[in-house]
């Protein structure tokens, strides 16, 4: 069959296309390459129109990512997305979702184990880069903890995916974000390929 | 903040609005469910005009997965996004992606790291069901495996993603699925959270 077979000429072939379909031009320039991994993890350049961010954002992961800071991710599909070798070494991946306290502590708040997971996060959270890619309801938590005092991550990248407080949760945090650099993608659509591709584009090591 | 906690009641209300939102009414009656899970896993209900499928595919996937047959995921997301505690007690999901003779069988047949992993599934293939969530060369080189006459799969089960083989790799699944039952998603969209949502949904241990 004939088909491009070669990593690096699909990779560039795959990036021009989306620099010529998606419309960066609204975006601050570093994160236009953010934005190219987003819209590469998904295939819809029409995504671009949806991203609402802190004009910070991408500094602000990067300088984090950088020193090492963690980075807490709200499921496993979101750590499997992330590229280790492209990280500090030593950087922490944590999910807590399958942590053995999870289960308790979500019948005990009467709440998802993705929101029960959240709250494992905080000897984390400062400076922690926050990559959600599945649950709305993690991002809800994360912002309830914040306004509870909790300590400040550097960067929340948001993309919880779904029909039940995905659009609500990402709405809440681009319209309110506690004062965290943030980014985010309006409505129903996101995915830990996305969440991961964020984390992966600002990474030391990330690819050009 | 004022959101929905309740997991029973947030699964309910995500499936009663993908059932509205969703046109299911040309699918036959096994792949109903699945499609749900599918619109369920990307926000997105228009995905249901671009399915394709042998209309075997549910049977045969339910009927291997009920006997244990093994899972072939091209990415450790697929795997991540598999519901283990849904499956037949003792089912292997394998990912070759990041075995050590990967990357010398790419560098060797000059080709990607994924269509490299492809060939290690071979003495699992037979009766197995594959899910390929990411890469376009996997599923293009397992079609010429069986083209090479490589043991056939239980069913294929194929949404790779992005802009450089994926829609070409899909359509040509879909028109030539050579014997195997498929399921797949025509054009560009795809992704590891469908991949995984296709397996869970027809596990021994599938939710309603």
Chains 1, 2 share one sequence.
């Not at 029409?46 to 602000?60: E, K, N, Q, T």
């Not at 922690?128 to 929340?156: C, H, M, R, S, Y």
Request: glycine content about 6%.
């Amino acid at each position: 069959m004939d088909y491009l077979r070669d990593p690096a000429a699909i990779y560039e072939r795959s990036f021009a296309t989306v620099r010529r379909e998606a419309d960066l031009a609204a975006l601050p320039e570093d994160l236009e390459a953010v934005a190219v991994r987003l819209v590469h993890a998904c295939g819809m350049p029409d995504i671009v129109a949806d991203l609402r961010f802190d004009p910070s954002v991408a500094a602000a992961t990067r300088k984090a990512l950088a020193s090492g800071a963690p980075i807490l991710a709200d499921c496993r599909m979101v750590e499997a997305a992330i590229i280790a070798s492209r990280l500090r070494q030593g950087t922490r991946v944590r999910c807590t979702l399958n942590d053995e306290r999870t289960p308790g502590l979500a019948r005990a708040h009467a709440t998802t184990r993705s929101a029960a997971a959240v709250s494992l996060w905080l000897p984390h959270l400062e400076g922690a880069v926050v990559a959600i890619g599945n649950a709305p309801t993690a991002l809800f938590a994360l912002l309830e903890a914040l306004d509870a005092g909790a300590p400040k991550p550097a960067a929340i990248l948001a993309f919880p995916v779904g029909f039940v407080g995905a659009a609500e949760s990402k709405a809440e945090l681009s319209q309110a974000p506690r004062g965290v650099p943030y980014l985010t993608l309006l409505g129903r659509r996101g995915g830990s390929a996305m969440a991961g591709a964020a984390v992966n584009a600002l990474s030391p090591q990330a690819a050009p």
